[in-house]
């Protein structure tokens, strides 16, 4: 009983889990690609919504002159101010998710690469412990108690 519990163990140690340990790094390697690939794709639409569209060529239309209430020369906290809006303008456009945008009445741009979870995670104690064979190798363990029992309790000839 012993030899086939070491037995067991042993091919455990040495064929089990080094499966495991491969498929859990394929799997890493996986979501890793998956997410540099997702934020390049974000970088790349960031970046092509702050491109300024091509100018259209000149016609013949008047322009009117409008007065307006700039002042003509800035301080260097007006500057500061506004330089720090818009900044702020674009970090709260890049950050909309689908759900704030729909709230908000707007839509967002065509080829947005929203990541989406599909799998439960694997961070749990049942996870980690492999709940299974800490299980199995209870009942082994209540096996051999009752058998050391039954065998102490045997009569002796």
Known sequence: MIF???LCLAVAALKIVPQQNAAKEATRMALETQNAEVALALTATQ???????TPLPATSTPVV???TDTPAQWSA??????TVAALNTQVALAQRTPTSAAMAGTALAMGTVWAAGTALPQ???ADEANLPTLIIVAAMLIAVILLV???RLAPTR
Do not use: D, H, K, V
Not at 47 to 53: H, N
């Open 123 to 125: 961070s749990g104690f």
């Open 47 to 53: 970046e092509a919504s702050l491109w300024t569209p």
């Open 149 to 151: 029992r039954r065998l």
């Open 4 to 6: 086939l519990s070491l």
């Open 65 to 67: 002159a409008m007065a």
């Open 77 to 82: 906290a007006q500057i500061q101010t506004a």
